[in-house]
């Protein structure tokens, strides 16, 4: 089983920066993936980046240009910086990840059990 832990969240007035970690662990596993998605009250959770191993990231057209999404493999942690923050930016951010398990077959999702980010004056 692959456990996935979101910290760095917060409030923060508009304008501001902040940066999310995630910390994976649980054995032996490969990841071949990871995101953050982020789900604001009473709308679905939404995709805001990934990166996949060989270092392919994809943003949200929401988030592009403000945030950065970045991968420490050896470490098995993923980040998110969060720049120019806007009310809007405001909803529980999750971590994801696309992992096998040593000696598994298949590739499973993972998720984390979210970070709270407040942007507001």
């Known amino acids: 089983q692959v456990q996935l832990v979101e910290s760095g969240g917060g409030l923060v007035q508009p304008g501001g920066s902040l940066r999310l970690s995630c910390a994976a662990s649980?054995?032996?596993?490969?990841?071949?993936?990871m995101g953050w998605y982020r789900q604001a009250p009473g709308k679905q959770r939404e995709l805001v980046a990934t990166?996949?191993?060989?270092?392919?990231?994809r943003y949200s057209g929401s988030v592009k240009v403000r945030f950065t999404i970045s991968r420490d493999s050896a470490e098995n942690a993923l980040y998110l910086q969060m720049n120019s923050l806007k009310p809007g930016d405001t909803a529980v951010y999750y971590c994801?990840?696309?992992?096998?398990?040593?000696?598994?077959?298949?590739?499973?999702?993972?998720w984390g059990q979210g970070t709270q980010v407040t942007v507001s004056s």
């Open positions: 994801n990840a696309a992992a096998r398990l040593r000696g598994g077959i298949s590739i499973n999702t993972y």
């Open positions: 649980g054995g032996s596993f490969t990841i071949y993936a």
């Open positions: 990166t996949t191993s060989d270092g392919t990231t």
